[in-house]
C-alpha cells in the first residue's frame, strides 16, 4: 500500500499527517492524560472533517473514498495514528458507522450524520470478560420478547464507552450472532471505566442488565449477522494494524537518528556491530510487517477468502513483533527511554495497546492454525 | 514493459495454464520436504537431471523459456508479470528445478549483464534449452563470507589465462557443464580491485571435482581443485581486475533467487524445506492438533510463511518500481533464513522425543530430527544472515560500516590469521 | 560439581578423560557410523574396568563409588562423555545394574556381574510411542497370572536393546508401576531398529506380545515399583544432563577457539562484537547449565523432595539452550561445520538426543508446571 | 575464616531464627510484585523510610547488622556463610529493604575497600545503624553506559574540591543523606585516569534534587544538579585522578548485589519484580490453568528462576573460592537481566487481552500490562546488559577489546557527538 498510493491518497494522507503533527504532538498527548475522554471534541470534528469518520460509509449517505477503497484508505489514516500516537476512537467509531451505513442508514440516519460530523461518538461492543474471552465465545444474551430485544450480559474492553452517545451491542440469539444499535443511556446499561496502558484512548467494562430496545434497533438480522460481525472484526484488525505498523515505523526512526546522535566511549552507538544488527532486524521486522498487513488489508477490501486467515496472520505477526521492536528501541534508548518525559513510550504504549485488543497474538495463532487444520482437511 | 508490446497478461496465462496441463506431470504436495534430504541414490539423481533438462527443451521449444530473457537470445522478451503469472500457473507441476538457480540465475543473469554479444549468443540459448548446466565457483575454503576475498589466482598467458586453486560449496558440479568462476587477477592493490570473472568448462583436465559428504549424507555440494587450467581470454567476463563489479551483480542476483524475473518456480513454492504444510503434517500425524500448545506453534509457522511471502512479494515490487533500492533483497534473505531455521524447529518441537529416534512408519515424523540438525543450512547457504544483518544495517540504513583491515592495503598484505 | 571436585574425583575424571582422548577420538567416532551396536566390544569392557558401570552398585555387590555419591560421580563420566560424544551405553546399564543392586542383587547376581565387567549391556524399556508418549502414560501390560507374568504392550526408544541381554521392563499391574527383569531372548519379545540423530547409540522399538516371565523375574514389588522408576528416571536425567553440558561446553571452546584463529575482512570473527555478544550468551548458558545440572544431581543424589522440579527443570533448560548453543556454534563455523567431516555435529548429535530422551523440554516444563500447581495449592 | 573463630552456623541459624521471628513482622508472598509499581505515596514512602531506619537499628542493636563487616566498624565480623543463613531465615519477614543497596553495596563496601581510617569510623558505623542512607553519584545524563565519561568536574581550591555538574538514577535522592560522587579532576588526561570520587551530603545548598517522573508514574529515580558543591580533601575517597581504581570495585559491588556477602536480603527474593509465582498467580486468576500453552510458560517462567537462582550461587561460590574471576559477576548480571524480561512478558502473555485494560478486580492480572511497558527496566538498571555481554566476551572469555575512540587521548578531546 505504501508502495502505491495514488497522488490523491498522497495528498489524503499529508493532510491528515500535517494535521496530527500539529494537534497531536507528543506534549499534547502527555498533556491529554488527564482529560476524561482522552481527546477534546474540536480535535475530533476537525479529524471528521478531513475525513476520518466517513471512509466506511456510502456515498449516498454521507461518505466516500479517496481511492475507492474506503477500508485502505482507513488504513492510511490508522498507519497516521500510529506515527503519532493520535488520540481519538477511530476504529469504534468508523465500524459502528460503517455498520449502519450497511445496514440502516435511513433508520438510523441521524446516528450516522453525527458520527460523520464528529459531533459524537459511538462504540463497538464487542469481546468479552473472562472465562468468555475468546474471540469467538460471546455470549451476551439478545432475548426476543414479542417486538422488543432483551440484552442481557457484559462486554469489555469497549473503547469510548463513556463518551459514546450510541453502543453498536454483538449478541447471540440462540445460535447465530444479532446487532442491536442502542443509546448508551438506555436503562439497565452500566459504563464502568477500566485502567489501560495508553494515554489518551479510554475503555470501559459494559454491562446490560435486561436492556430492552425495540425491534427496529437491530442492524441486519436476527441471530444472522455472523458474516457482517466477522466483516467488522477484520476491519478493525485492518486499523488496529495499520496503527501499529505506523507506530513502529515512526519508533524505529527515531530510534535510529539518536543512535546516529548518540556517542559512547568516543564512537556514535550507530558504529557498534551489536546494535547494528539488531536495527537490522527491526528493520526486517518493520518491511515484514507491512507486507503483511498490506496485503491483509488488500485482503479484506476485496473480500477475498483468505482474507481472514492474512489479517489473523497480519495481527499475530505485529502483536509478536511490534512490541519487541518497540521494547528493543527502549533499551537502544537505556534508562531515559523509560521516562515520562520521552516519547518513545508514546508508541509503545500504542502498539502493546493494539496488540491487547482484538484479541492477542497467541488467539490469532489458534485461529490460523484451526483455519490451516480446515484446509488440510479439504485437501 | 506495457501490455500493448507484448502478449496480454490474461491471454499468456490462459495458454501457460492449458500447455502446463497438458505437458507436466503434477506433484503430489510435501513431495519436496525436509531439508536436503538425501533420499535417491546417484544414477537415480543423474535421470532425474536428465529428465530435467527434457523438461527445460520442453518448456523452451513450446515458448515458455526465459520469459524475461531478450528474443535474440533464446528468451522471449516478456515482462516480469508474465514469469509470475507463469509462475503462478505451475504450482503443483513438475518443473526444472536444477535448472534454475545457479545456471539461471546467478549465472545467466550475469551473462546477460555483463557478456560480449559472442558470449550471450554462445550461452544464453544453450543454457535457456537446457543443454548447458551452470555453477557458481565463487567460495573458497578458508573464505568463509568474504568472497571478495577469494585466492584462486589468475595469471596472464598470452591470450590465455592460467589458473589455480579451489573453490568450493558449488551444488551438483559432478552433474554439471560449465562455472563461472571469480579469481584474482592483481595481488598488489586492495582485495576488490585485483579480481577477474571467467567463464569454463567443469570437466576439463586440471579440474578435479570431489564430493563434499554433508551430516546428513547427502553429497550434493562439491569442492574443485584447478590446477594449471587454462582459460582463453575470450572467456572472461567483465572487464580484467573489475571483476568486483561483476561480483556485487552476481550476488545480487543470488539473494534475489525466488523474486528474480529470471527464475521459473512455482508459486508458493519459494520456501522449499519445511515449510508450515510439513508442520501441520508433523501436528497431525503425531496425533497432537488438539492440544493448545502445538496448535500454537503450527500457527506461528502459518503466520511466519504468509509473512514472509507477502515480504518477497512487497521486495519485489519495491526493487522493481525503484522505491526500494536493490540492496533490500538482504532484507527478504535474513527473513527467510530465520522463517526456515523457526519453523524446523517448530516441527522438531511438535515431533517431540520421536525427532531423536523414529522408524520407517512414522510419516511426517520420519527424519525430523535430522533436518533438525541440518537447520543452520538456511542461515549459511547463500549468503549468511549476519551478512544480510551487515548489508541491510548498512547499505539499506546507512550506518557506519564496519571496520576492515583489508579494504586500502595490497591484497598479499591483508592479515590472514592462521589459515593463510 | 564441577567446581568442588575432591582430587579422587579428579583423577577419576581424568582416567577416564585420557581414555576417551585415546578411544573416542571424531574419527572413531565418524568410523562407528557403520558398526552395529555403534560400539566395540572391548571399548565397553576396558570402560567397565575404570569404573562406568559400577557407581550405581553397592560395595558389597561389586560396585562402589569414589566420593560417597556414586550418581555425582556417574555425572561425571556423562560430562566426559558428552565432551567425547562417546560411545556406550551409559545410562541404560547403569540404570539396570543400580536397580539390581538395589532391588534383587542376590537373584540376578549373574546379570549383574556381567553388566559390571561390561561383558554383556543391558536396557531400560521405560517410556512408550504415541499416543501413550506422556512421560507419566505408561500403558504396558503386566498381569499376574499364577505364579507368572505376562507381558504385553510396546516400548521404544530403548537404548541398546539390539544388543542387551536382559531388558528391565516398566509397566503398569493395576493402579501401580512392575518392574520385571527378563532375559532379550524370550519367546515374544520383537526388537525392531529405529532411525536416530546420534552416530554411535543405537535404538529399538521393543514389542511384548504375551511374554511370560516367572514371578522372581519381578524386581521389587508388584504393582509398588512408583517410587523406584521415579528414581530411575530422575538418575537417567542427571546423565542426560550431564552429558549434554560436557557437550556444549567442548563445543563452545572449539568454536571459541576457531574465532580466534580465523580471519574475516583482515580481522579474527572474535574480534566482531555482534559474535562476541553471541558468545557471550553461550556462556551464559553453559554457565547457567552447569549450575541447574549440579544442583539438580546433588538434589537427587540426596533424595531430597525438590529433586523432581530441579531435575526437571534442568533438562528443560539444556534440551532449549543446548541445541541452540550447538546450533550457533555450527553457524558460527559456517558451511563446513554442516559436513560429516567436521566434528561439530557429533556434540550436535549428542545435545539434540539428549534433548529428544526422557522427555522433551516441552514435557519436562509440563512437569514443572504441574508441580508449581501442587506447591501452589497447597500455599 | 574456620569455623572455629566464629560463632558455629547452626548455633547462628538457630539465634538468628528465634530472633527474626520475635522481632520481624511476616510479608505475604507476592507482596512486592511488579515492575516498580507506583503504590504508595511520597508521605507512605517516607513513612516506611523511617520504619527501614528503625528496623536496621533493631538489627544492629541485636547484632545482626553488618555481619561481614569488621567489628571495628560496626560489624560483627562473621562469614558470608552466616550472612547466606541469615537471609535464609529471614525469607518471609519484613527487612530494610531500601538500606541495603545502595547504601550497603556498593556504597559502604567501597568506604570499606578504599576510605581511610577515619573515613571508615565516621561512615560505616552510622550506616549500619541505620543513621546514613547512602546514593551513588554515578550516571550522568547524556553519558549512558560510560560511566568513565562522567564529565561532572571537580577543581582543587586549597583543601578543598569545587563541584560542578549533573548525575541521574539516583534511587530516592530525595530521602537519602550522603551521595559517593565520580567527578573529574583532570581533563588532558585520558578518561580513565582523570577520575576522583568523593563522598558528599545531598541535602546542601548548591545541590539541587528534581525526582524524575517514570513512564508508569513512579518517581523513585532522581536528577541532581551541583552548582559549586564543596567538598573537603579529606571526603575524597582513594588517590586524586585514580578514582577508576575506585570506580572498578565500585561497579564490581554493584554487580555483585545479590551475592554479595554484605547484603541483607531474605533468600529467594533475588528476583523482585515478576518471578514464577506471579506468573502462577496471573494463570490461576485468569482461569487458565488447564490451557497446556499457559503451564508451558508457567513451567518455563518457573525452570528460568531456578536456573537463574542456581547461576548466582555458583557464581557466587566460584568467586568466592577463586574458580571464577570476579568479572564473571557479569554472567548472572546478563542472566537475570533475560531471564526477568521472559518472565514480565510470560505474564503479560497469560493475562492476554486483560493486559491492554483491566479492571481494579482483576486481581494478580492488574497491572500486567503497566509491569511490560517497563519492561526493559531489567536490561537496562544496574548496568544493561549489552554492557555485559562485553564484559563476559572481553573479560571472561578474553576475545578482543572494542575498538574505542576514548582512549588514548586527552579526555576534553574525545568525540562526542551531538550532545556534548
Given amino acids: 500500500m505504501l508502495l502505491n498510493l495514488t497522488s490523491d491518497q498522497e495528498f489524503f494522507r499529508d493532510t491528515t499527517a500535517k494535521f496530527l503533527n500539529e494537534h497531536a504532538a507528543p506534549t499534547e498527548i502527555r498533556r491529554l492524560r488527564d482529560e476524561p475522554d482522552g481527546f477534546v471534541a474540536e480535535y475530533w470534528q476537525r479529524g471528521a472533517e478531513l475525513g476520518w469518520t466517513s471512509l466506511l460509509v456510502d456515498e449516498v449517505h454521507g461518505g466516500g473514498s479517496i481511492s475507492g477503497s474506503g477500508l485502505l484508505d482507513l488504513a492510511l489514516v490508522a498507519d497516521e495514528f500510529g506515527r503519532h500516537a493520535a488520540p481519538g476512537p477511530l476504529v469504534p467509531t468508523n465500524i459502528v458507522a460503517g455498520a449502519i451505513s450497511e445496514l440502516s442508514p435511513d433508520r438510523h440516519a441521524r446516528v450516522l450524520s453525527e458520527l460523520l460530523a464528529g459531533t459524537s461518538v459511538a462504540s463497538w461492543c464487542h469481546l468479552e470478560p473472562r472465562p468468555h474471552d475468546g474471540l469467538d465465545d460471546l455470549v451476551l444474551d439478545v432475548r426476543v420478547d414479542g417486538s422488543d430485544l432483551v440484552l442481557n450480559g457484559t462486554k469489555r474492553p469497549v473503547e469510548s464507552a463513556g463518551r459514546a452517545s450510541h453502543l453498536l451491542v454483538t449478541g447471540r440469539t440462540g445460535g447465530g450472532f444479532t446487532q442491536v444499535l442502542v443509546a448508551a443511556d438506555t436503562t439497565g446499561i452500566t459504563v464502568r471505566p477500566m485502567h489501560t496502558i495508553d494515554i489518551t484512548r479510554r475503555f470501559s467494562e459494559v454491562t446490560f442488565r435486561d436492556v430492552r430496545v425495540p425491534a427496529d434497533a437491530v442492524l441486519g438480522e436476527v441471530a444472522g449477522a455472523d458474516a457482517q460481525v466477522e466483516r467488522q472484526f477484520q476491519q478493525a484488525l485492518v486499523m488496529a494494524n495499520a496503527e501499529t505498523v505506523g507506530a513502529m515505523e515512526f519508533a524505529l526512526g527515531m530510534t535510529l537518528e539518536w543512535a546516529f546522535d548518540r556517542y559512547s566511549f568516543g564512537r556514535p552507538l550507530a558504529s557498534y556491530q551489536e546494535l547494528k544488527h539488531r536495527f537490522a532486524d527491526m528493520k526486517t521486522w518493520l518491511e515484514a510487517g507491512h507486507a503483511i498487513s498490506d496485503l491483509a488489508a488488500e485482503a479484506v477490501s476485496a473480500g477475498s477468502g483468505e482474507a481472514g486467515e492474512l489479517v489473523s496472520a497480519a495481527k499475530a505477526f505485529l502483536g509478536q513483533y511490534g512490541p519487541e521492536l518497540l521494547q528493543d528501541c527502549v533499551q537502544m534508548h537505556g534508562g531515559i527511554g523509560l521516562t515520562f518525559e520521552h516519547d518513545i513510550h508514546l508508541f509503545l504504549r500504542r502498539v502493546a495497546l493494539d496488540r491487547s485488543l482484538h484479541g492477542t497474538p497467541a488467539q490469532h495463532r489458534q485461529r490460523i492454525a484451526s483455519i490451516a487444520m480446515d484446509v488440510g482437511k479439504a485437501a | ?420
Fill in chain 2, 1 to 420: 514493459m506495457s501490455a500493448d508490446a507484448t502478449e496480454g497478461l490474461d491471454a499468456f496465462r490462459l495458454r501457460a495454464r492449458s500447455w502446463i496441463r497438458d505437458n507436466l506431470k503434477p506433484v503430489a504436495a510435501g513431495a519436496s520436504a525436509g531439508v536436503l534430504r538425501n533420499n535417491s541414490t546417484d544414477d537415480e539423481e543423474l535421470a532425474q537431471i536428465a529428465h530435467e533438462r527434457e523438461l527445460q527443451r520442453l518448456l523452451f521449444d513450446a515458448g515458455f523459456a526465459g520469459l524475461c530473457f531478450p528474443v535474440a537470445y533464446g528468451g522471449q522478451g516478456l515482462t516480469p508479470a508474465h514469469q509470475q503469472a507463469f509462475n503462478e500457473e505451475l504450482t503443483g507441476h513438475e518443473f526444472p528445478v536444477r535448472l534454475q538457480a545457479p545456471t539461471i540465475s546467478p549465472c545467466a543473469a550475469v551473462i546477460l549483464d555483463f557478456g560480449t554479444e559472442e558470449q550471450k549468443l554462445a550461452h544464453l540459448p544453450a543454457i535457456l534449452r537446457g543443454d548447458e548446466l551452470w555453477m557458481q565457483f565463487l567460495s573458497e575454503p578458508g573464505g568463509g563470507s568474504d568472497v571478495a576475498g577469494a585466492q584462486t589466482s589468475a595469471i596472464r598467458d598470452g591470450d590465455e589465462w592460467v589458473l589455480n586453486g579451489s573453490k568450493v560449496w558449488t551444488t551438483g558440479a559432478w552433474w554439471s557443464d560449465w562455472g563461472l568462476c571469480l579469481a584474482r587477477t592483481n595481488w598488489d592493490v586492495p582485495k576488490h580491485r585485483g579480481l577477474s570473472v571467467f567463464m569454463l568448462p567443469i570437466h576439463q583436465t586440471g579440474i578435479e571435482v570431489s564430493r563434499i559428504e554433508m551430516l546428513n549424507g547427502t553429497k550434493e555440494f562439491c569442492q574443485e581443485f584447478m590446477t594449471d587450467v587454462r582459460v582463453p581470454d575470450t572467456d572472461r567476463i567483465g572487464e580484467v581486475d573489475d571483476g568486483w563489479t561483476v561480483g556485487i551483480r552476481w550476488m545480487f542476483h543470488e539473494r534475489m533467487l525466488h523474486n528474480s524475473p529470471y527464475v521459473t518456480i512455482p508459486a508458493g513454492d519459494a520456501h522449499a524445506g519445511i515449510g508450515a504444510s510439513s508442520v501441520l503434517r508433523v501436528a497431525r500425524e503425531s496425533g497432537k492438533l488438539d492440544n493448545p500448545w502445538v496448535r500454537d506453534l503450527v500457527g506461528e509457522a502459518r503466520m511466519l510463511q504468509l509473512t514472509s511471502e507477502a515480504l518477497q512479494q512487497r521486495l519485489t515490487e519495491g526493487m522493481r518500481s525503484g522505491a526500494m533500492s536493490d540492496q533490500s533483497a538482504a532484507i527478504g534473505r535474513l527473513l527467510s533464513g530465520v522463517v526456515s531455521t523457526r519453523t524446523n524447529t517448530i516441527a522438531y518441537e511438535i515431533a517431540g522425543g520421536d525427532s531423536g529416534a523414529w522408524t520407517d512408519d512414522d510419516g511426517a515424523i520420519t527424519d525430523c530430527g535430522s533436518d533438525f540438525l541440518m537447520r543452520q543450512v538456511s542461515t549459511i547457504g547463500g549468503g549468511t544472515t549476519e551478512m544480510a544483518r551487515n548489508v541491510i544495517s548498512e547499505r539499506v540504513l546507512g550506518m557506519p560500516r564496519e571496520r576492515t583491515l583489508d579494504r586500502d592495503v595490497p591484497f598479499r598484505d591483508v592479515p590472514r590469521g592462521g589459515q593463510s
